[in-house]
């Protein structure tokens, strides 16, 4: 009995290996076969999670439509996607100049988006502007200019693509988000004020365009975090504050979130959440024991911040 235990246990590893094996090739064709011929638009494509999902799009037969405000680095992108790309089974991607941040020219780069192909499928809202600072530090230009690249440029550019994903009936918005769409951290005033304020508009939006067919999504993971940089390991700090602090500010990895976001729209889900246990617990605490929330995070607020950091 005890042999062929031991000799079951490994056909069984084996087995379940297998299996997982199998589910990944077939998740991964099923993510493939949802986005082939699509036109899929990313917003700052020349980012870390940008390029992540540049080639994840690319790779499954997308019709990419590229944006980013630095020319150089769109080319760059544009040489390393079709270098490595079989170009029987993938589209030449276009490439867009937009700085979101200046909404002045977004509706003219919104109409040039969507004359590339006619229509957008896909819409993924990924551009960024991070500000770090005291409130009281922080000028009222930046604020604003932060507030222009994070919410006027996405729902200004959504607003002139939406009326073509609802004559055609079908389409779906991704919005990029961050864990400070749902519970502010100190020094991010701004930062969080307008991922809080694009959680809410497209929130609003996902119940408008259901009846069209038209999917609103929002992926938020607690930050991206760059290729080269790891959560150090350690263990309970003596603050319990402190320790709050660095688990919270744990990011995902950019390719941990391309191929969620992939995931996102082929199951076409609503709401993703990316994070650890602690940033989860942070957003039930918040949500349902306020006042210890806010006693917690005002403990670990000990140093101010007497220069802005901008990125």
């Not at 980012?47 to 690319?58: P, T, Y």
């Not at 809202?125 to 922080?138: E, F, Y």
């Not at 497209?202 to 760059?226: G, K, N, Q």
């Amino acid at each position: 009995m005890g042999v062929t235990a031991v000799l079951a246990l490994p056909l069984l590893l084996l087995g379940i290996s297998g299996l997982l094996f199998i589910y990944q090739e077939v998740s991964r064709l099923w993510s493939k076969s949802a986005v082939q011929n699509k036109v899929v638009v990313i917003t700052d494509a020349i980012s870390g999670l940008g390029k992540e999902c540049a080639r994840v799009f690319h790779t499954g037969g997308a019709r990419l439509v590229l944006c980013g405000k630095n020319w150089e680095r769109l080319e760059n992108l544009y040489d390393a996607l079709i270098s490595v790309a079989d170009p029987s089974k993938t589209f030449t991607p276009k490439l867009v100049f937009l700085d979101l941040a200046d909404i002045s020219c977004v509706q003219d780069v919104a109409k040039e988006v969507l004359g590339c192909y006619g229509c957008v499928d896909i819409l993924i809202h990924n551009a960024s502007v991070k500000v770090k600072g005291p409130a009281d530090k922080i000028s009222l230009e930046l604020d604003r200019r932060v507030m222009d690249a994070n919410y006027f440029g996405p729902i200004t550019l959504t607003k002139v693509l939406l009326p073509n994903m609802i004559s055609r009936r079908t389409g779906q918005i991704v919005l990029v988000n961050n864990i400070q769409g749902k519970l502010g951290v100190p020094f991010r005033t701004a930062y969080a004020a307008s991922k809080h304020a694009a959680l809410g508009f497209f929130d609003c939006l996902r119940a408008e365009v259901e009846e069209y067919d038209v999917v609103v999504s929002t992926v938020s993971p607690t930050f991206i975090r760059s290729y080269n940089v790891h959560p150090a390991q350690g263990s309970w700090e003596a603050s319990i504050c402190k320790f709050f602090s660095r688990k919270l500010t744990y990011g995902v990895h950019p390719v941990d979130v391309a191929e969620e976001v992939m995931r996102t729209v082929r199951r076409k889900k609503q709401e993703v959440f990316m994070a650890n246990p602690i940033p989860k617990a942070a957003v039930y605490v918040r949500t349902f024991f306020p006042e210890f929330f806010f006693a917690v995070v005002a403990c670990g607020v000990k140093e101010r911040l007497s220069v802005p950091e901008e990125g």
